[in-house]
C-alpha cells in the first residue's frame, strides 16, 4: 500500500504553533496550491485547492520560525483522517497532511537581518512553551549552547540539481 502526498503551495496564514501535554511542537500549516485550465469554450479557468498540513517536532518549530502567509513550500507526508466531535457532540472529520518533510522554496534574500539566520530568514516570534519542570546541566559540564539552524535536504525535485543534469528524465 502507499499513502504519499506531494505538494508546492502558498501558506495562505501565519503558521500556527501549538504544544502537545508532553510538550511536543505541532505546527499547522494552511497551504493553497493552484492549477489552472481551458475549458470547452476556450476560457481560463483557476482553481485553488486548500490543504491542512500538521508538522511536528524540531521541523515545525523551524516552520513556525522561518515561514509566514504567502512563503513557498514543498510538502512531502501521508494523508491522514482523524475523527473529533463538534460542539453539539456531532461526529466530525479532518483529512490532513502529516508532513515528513517540509522544504522551503522562497528565494533567500542577499542581505538577511541582523537576527536572521545568515540564509535571507528573518526568524517570527515564537509562541510561548508550556511550563514544564526544570532539568538542570550537570555542574561538572558547560551547558550546551541550542543553535536555531536550518536543514538544508536539497533541492525538492532532482531536475532542480545542478549535478544531476545528466539524469535521463
Request: aromatic residues 8%; proline residues 7%; glycine residues 8%.
Amino acid at each position: 500500500m502507499l499513502n504519499k502526498v506531494m505538494i508546492i503551495g502558498h501558506l495562505g496564514a501565519d503558521p500556527e504553533l501549538r504544544y502537545t501535554q508532553s510538550g511536543s511542537p505541532v505546527t499547522t500549516l494552511r497551504i493553497a496550491t493552484d492549477e489552472s485550465y481551458t475549458d470547452k469554450d476556450g476560457n481560463r479557468v483557476e482553481r485553488t485547492e486548500w490543504h491542512r498540513v500538521v508538522v511536528f517536532q524540531r521541523a515545525a518549530e523551524n516552520c513556525n520560525q522561518y515561514l509566514r502567509k504567502g512563503s513557498l513550500v514543498y510538502v512531502e507526508g501521508k494523508l491522514s483522517t482523524r475523527k473529533w466531535q463538534d460542539q453539539n457532540g456531532q461526529d466530525r472529520y479532518t483529512t490532513e497532511i502529516r508532513a515528513d518533510r517540509v522544504q522551503f522554496l522562497d528565494r533567500r534574500n542577499s542581505g538577511a537581518p541582523a537576527d536572521g539566520d545568515g540564509m535571507g530568514y528573518a526568524p517570527r516570534q515564537a509562541a510561548p512553551r508550556p511550563a514544564q519542570p526544570s532539568r538542570q546541566a550537570p555542574r561538572n559540564r558547560a551547558p550546551q549552547q541550542q543553535q536555531d539552524s536550518y536543514e538544508d535536504l536539497g533541492p525538492a525535485f532532482p531536475s532542480e540539481a545542478s549535478t544531476m543534469d545528466d539524469i535521463p528524465f
